[in-house]
């Protein structure tokens, strides 16, 4: 599988916030002839829960020229991705790591901020360059 354009540095991000990288191309497998590819699993100990929390992200950097596409795609992808975590009855979230300059463009708008807490989506705004998550 091709790593995303900012696959490392979303990974470098994650690991400065404390997350450990457990995988990369986590395979979810809902069906025994369909496989995805999550871009990366990490795993932190949370103090405050007392136990590991797991996480999955899936990286995208739309740098298409189309930001459209890359919304549709990158959408569809997330929740294909989340709904298969449901079936499956895996206790993981999801996350949608995007670039700070998407984030502030493209999901802030009104629309989208309704998308989001319609389909209860998990972003994970990152700066590219400084390597840093954002929230």
């Given at each position: 599988?091709?790593?995303?354009?900012?696959?490392?540095?979303v990974?470098?991000a994650?690991?400065k916030?404390?997350?450990?990288i457990?995988d990369?191309?986590y395979q979810?497998?809902p069906?025994?002839?369909?496989?995805?590819?999550?871009?990366v699993?990490a795993?932190?100990?949370v103090?405050a829960?007392?136990k590991?929390?797991v996480?999955?992200?899936e990286v995208?950097s739309?740098?298409?020229?189309?930001?459209?596409?890359?919304?549709?795609s990158?959408?569809?992808?997330?929740?294909?991705?989340k709904?298969?975590?449901e079936y499956l009855k895996?206790?993981?979230?999801?996350?949608l790591?995007v670039?700070i300059?998407?984030?502030?463009?493209?999901?802030q708008r009104?629309?989208?901020?309704?998308?989001?807490?319609?389909?209860?989506?998990k972003l994970?705004?990152?700066?590219?360059?400084k390597k840093?998550?954002?929230?």
């Amino acid at each position: 599988m091709a790593k995303d354009l900012y696959h490392d540095a979303v990974k470098t991000a994650l690991m400065k916030e404390g997350w450990m990288i457990i995988d990369e191309n986590y395979q979810l497998k809902p069906d025994p002839k369909l496989t995805f590819y999550v871009d990366v699993q990490a795993e932190k100990f949370v103090l405050a829960k007392k136990k590991t929390q797991v996480i999955l992200v899936e990286v995208k950097s739309f740098i298409s020229q189309s930001n459209t596409y890359e919304l549709h795609s990158s959408i569809g992808q997330y929740l294909v991705y989340k709904t298969a975590l449901e079936y499956l009855k895996f206790d993981k979230e999801i996350f949608l790591a995007v670039p700070i300059s998407i984030y502030k463009s493209l999901f802030q708008r009104s629309f989208m901020q309704f998308l989001i807490e319609k389909y209860e989506l998990k972003l994970l705004p990152f700066h590219p360059i400084k390597k840093e998550i954002i929230r």
